[in-house]
């Protein structure tokens, strides 16, 4: 039997039902370019990818789908041929953003008096508050495209990290005040939240139409 010749679910089953080698080295070389590709991705939106990071961090995902006796894996729902592609992709992303989010508190923890905005903008888009939430993805969307209608604003990149900052991550207007970065007291974050607060309300009112502006 030739391993490149199984569909992914075939593969994967096959896997998990024995220990050769052959199927596993077939699994690492099939869905490597894939968790490579979600890592490299992923990490550009906050820094440039090192090498040695993105290998680190590929480890880190097939680590992940092995660890409990590959639990990731047997507990998956084979809906489909290509589920399991989204469910790697998942996954992958999931652990570069674990890593970032780790690497952003350890920063703010070390007493250091710079601190790197992206990190902070970093665990606010990983935060899982809504992740099973498919209705509030879509307001967070439709949020997001409100407050981009402001890029042209020099403040722009500033105030939208302190509307997610504050929205999503649930940071006080007080701590975002302490990010060296912002450049504004309590009160001065305070101000820029109400001001987008009340543009972006007005916004999705404004969207949906007469009948949830009347409460309907």
Known sequence: ??????????????????????????????????????????????????????????????????????????????????????????????????HIRTAYSQKRGSGREEEDFEMAMATVATSTSFADDAHRRILISEIKTCLDRQAHEPNFPRDSAIFWLYYRHGLTAKAISQIPSVGLTTKGVESTLLRLTRMVRAKLTEKAGPRVASGG
């Not at 075939?10 to 869905?31: M, N, T, Y």
């Not at 820094?47 to 680190?56: F, K, N």
């Not at 880190?60 to 998956?76: I, V």
Request: glycine share 2%; charged share 25%; hydrophobic share 45%.
């Open 1 to 98: 039997m030739d391993p490149r010749q199984l569909s992914a679910q075939e593969l994967v089953q096959l896997c998990l039902a024995s220990q050769d080698q052959a199927l596993w080295l077939e699994f690492v070389r099939r869905f490597r370019p894939l968790i490579f590709g979600v890592v490299m991705k992923t990490l550009r939106r906050w820094t440039t990818p090192d090498p040695a990071l993105v290998d680190d961090l590929i480890q880190d995902t097939f680590l992940k789908l092995c660890t409990n006796n590959c639990r990731a894996l047997r507990d998956f729902d084979y809906a489909h041929e290509n589920a399991l592609y989204g469910f790697l992709k998942t996954v992958a992303s999931n652990v570069v953003q674990d």
